[in-house]
């Protein structure tokens, strides 16, 4: 008997199809009890994707399952998405389409003659008319531009005295809608105030965006090569996605062109926004940016015409104002200042805030000896031979009183000679020194300073030890200051809310040059540490 191969029939074999006789009957539903679960019983009915051999698999159905549980989770982040997009566009269409002063950014109104934005009614129909409303500047600003002191924030980290149209809380929320854009952000810092004008939560602001670190009033004979190492190393404890580190100065221009060369480089079509505390010196900086993009580029030279104001008055610029600075696209945009609580300015009268304001680059006041109070209330008690250097305003007066004296004078003198507050009736205003801070001070080498303690808003003291003039004289005489180490004590106080800062001595001066010391770093830091410019 010849085997079959399975593959293979013979020719001559031939199978037909076997023929059952045909029977009628009537449709019958039939159940079955399926052993499958019931998630699943519901797919065992036939449909597309066939019966049988041809039904799908349960490894086939898990996986259409879960990527279907997959898309559902996508669509579901899709319009979150889409939400947040609209609301932050619904913003930025708000705040684009309402006419603002360029001087300011309040928007322009014809009610209140008192309050930011006012322009009187046949100026801003002419300006309407003839679709030039972007080159009015309202009432207050032009007040402003000529020296008077008109403050408009309030509520926490606003100014007594005068009216109060925005809180320092709205003004806040102006900037919300940072985080959520592609933008650049160039960061102002003031040297006077670094700890205290640097904005902690400054990633509540700005998110994820790159940022320029823009540092302004560099005292003079400043080294700036041990500056900004010690810039550096603070914004690294920071953990910030700072691009670069800048020293500058606006009134000199010492620096800006460095700062318009990395914006240029860095802000690929995204807008650029310059922001920063209250008063930090923006709009200043603004100013000498454009006028120096000016030079080669027409549009930032148009846009001269119209900058924001520039004033002495924390909250001067109340809303965004945006600036047609490139010729190759973005926008520049002067912000609101972030207005801090914890600042001296916050606690003085709106008409003693110039006192505060620095005009000019930093010079040191020293005061050798044991006692110094100021119209701030620092107090120290330290070595003869310490030297305690002021860094702050010039228009500040700095006395030094005895220590069991100080008290009595402070509480007679409080008005006069310690001003701020300025003139007898504000002092019943004034809240007081009602924060005292002890600090201990340990100290190891008396060739450097030993710390710097910073008021916020007002300055810092740099802790000397031993003075410069005593470890001159010390190969002349019979001290041996070169291994002596010690701690010093120090009390400061100051109104409530205004914080107290210790920190590394930053090496201002020409002496600065002689102490500081530069950190080791590992090859990793050297990679991913911001460079600094000047």
């Known amino acids: 008997m010849a085997s079959l191969s399975p593959l293979s029939l013979p020719r001559h074999l031939k199978i037909s199809a076997p023929k059952f006789p045909k029977i009628y009957t009537k449709p019958t539903l039939i159940l079955c009890k399926a052993s499958v679960s019931e998630t699943h019983s519901s797919e065992s009915v036939s449909g597309p994707d066939g019966t049988g051999a041809a039904a799908p698999t349960r490894g086939q159905k898990f996986l259409e399952h879960q990527l279907s549980l997959e898309a559902m989770t996508e669509k579901k982040t899709e319009t979150k998405k889409k939400k947040k997009m609209m609301k932050k566009e619904k913003v930025l269409k708000i705040s684009m389409a309402v006419a603002t002063c360029y001087g300011c950014g309040a928007p322009l109104q014809t009610s209140d003659s008192d309050a930011p934005g006012y322009v009187d009614i046949e100026t801003y129909e002419l300006k309407k008319k003839h679709h030039q409303l972007r080159t009015i500047l309202c009432g207050r600003c032009r007040l402003l531009s000529h020296g008077h002191m008109i403050t408009a924030v309030g509520g926490n980290g606003g100014y007594s005295g005068g009216k109060q149209f925005v809180t320092a809380e709205q003004l806040r929320e102006k900037l919300s809608h940072l985080r959520y854009e592609k933008a650049l952000i160039v960061k102002l810092v003031d040297i006077v105030d670094f700890n205290g004008s640097f904005l902690a939560r400054v990633r509540d602001l700005a998110g994820a965006n790159p940022i320029i670190l823009v ?130 300015a916050a606690v003085v009268h709106s008409e003693d805030l110039p006192v505060l304001a620095p005009q000019s680059r930093l010079r040191g006041h020293s005061f050798p000896n044991s006692r110094v109070a100021s119209d701030n209330g620092t107090a120290s008690e330290v070595l003869p031979e310490t030297c305690l250097t002021f860094y702050g305003p010039k228009a500040l007066r700095i006395h030094m009183v005895p220590t069991d004296e100080a008290d009595e004078f402070y509480q007679k003198e409080l008005g006069v000679l310690l001003t ?105 830091e050297e990679e991913v540490r911001p460079k600094w410019f000047f």
């Not at 062109?257 to 240029?264: H, K, L, M, N, R």
């Not at 080498?445 to 004289?473: H, M, Y």
């Open 420 to 524: 701020p507050p300025t003139r007898k009736e504000r002092v019943d205003d004034w809240r007081g020194l009602e924060t005292e801070r002890q600090l201990r001070i340990p100290y190891e080498d008396v060739e450097r300073p030993a710390c710097d303690v910073a008021i916020s808003g007002l300055g810092w003291i740099s802790i000397e030890p031993v003075s410069r003039s005593i470890r001159q004289s010390d190969s002349d005489s019979d001290l041996n200051l070169k291994d002596k180490a010690g701690e010093l004590h120090l009390t400061v106080h100051v109104p409530k809310p205004v914080e107290v800062f210790v920190r590394p001595p930053l090496p201002v001066g020409k002496a600065g040059t002689d102490w500081y010391q530069y950190r080791e770093l590992t090859d990793k």
């Open 215 to 344: 540092v302004d009033l560099l005292p003079k004979g400043t080294d700036f090569n041990c500056v900004g190492d010690w810039v550096v190393e603070a914004t690294t404890k920071k953990k910030l996605n700072v691009l670069s580190v800048h020293l500058t100065s606006s009134k000199s221009l010492v620096g800006i062109v460095g700062v318009a060369s990395e914006i240029q480089k860095e802000k690929k079509g995204r807008d650029v926004y310059i922001l920063g505390s209250a008063n930090v010196g923006k709009s200043a900086f603004i100013n000498a940016l454009l006028k120096m993009i000016g030079q080669k580029d027409p549009v930032a030279a148009a846009a001269q015409k119209y900058k924001p104001i520039q004033s002495a008055v924390p909250g001067t610029t109340l809303g965004p104002i945006q600036i047609n600075a490139f010729l190759g696209g973005g926008k520049l945009f002067d912000t609101p200042g972030v207005h801090l609580h914890h600042r001296q």
